[in-house]
Nanobody, 124 residues
Framework: QVQLVESGGGLVQAGGSLRLSCAAS????????MGWFRQAPGKEREFVAA????????YYADSVKGRFTISRDNAKNTVYLQMNSLKPEDTAVYSC?????????????????WGQGTEVTVSS
């Protein structure tokens, strides 16, 4: 069982930056692949970024490639999402998730554990 708690969301102007954090409980954090997803108002949840157990492999949605960076610190049981050059279309609730896998996981259905989400609003 893994419990996930996100933080770091807020209101930012277009072009600004935010760093989201996701703290995980449990002693087996390094056994899980981690991902970030987002859901904008009135839209389906979508994949944003994923990272393997070691942090050596990462994968991004085309819409955030070059602007967002996913990373993890297994000693701190935490995964991060650094978001730069934010756009109004990045406005959404961002959730982290954990999958029982060591490789990068991009399919939402593979993720077994989810946080409650943190809201990001980008003003124009």
């Amino acid at each position: 069982q893994v419990q996930l708690v996100e933080s770091g969301g807020g209101l930012v102007q277009a072009g600004g930056s935010l760093r989201l954090s996701c703290a995980a409980s449990g002693r087996t954090f390094s056994s899980y692949a981690m991902g970030w997803f987002r859901q904008a108002p009135g839209k389906e949840r979508e994949f944003v970024a994923a990272i393997d157990w070691s942090g050596g492999s990462r994968y991004y949605a085309d819409s955030v490639k070059g602007r967002f960076t996913i990373s993890r610190d297994n000693a701190k049981n935490t995964v991060y999402l650094q978001m730069n050059s934010l756009k109004p279309e990045d406005t959404a609730v961002y959730s982290c998730a954990a999958a029982r896998a060591v490789v990068v996981v991009t399919y939402e259905s593979r993720y077994a554990y989810w946080g409650q989400g943190t809201e990001v609003t980008v003003s124009s």
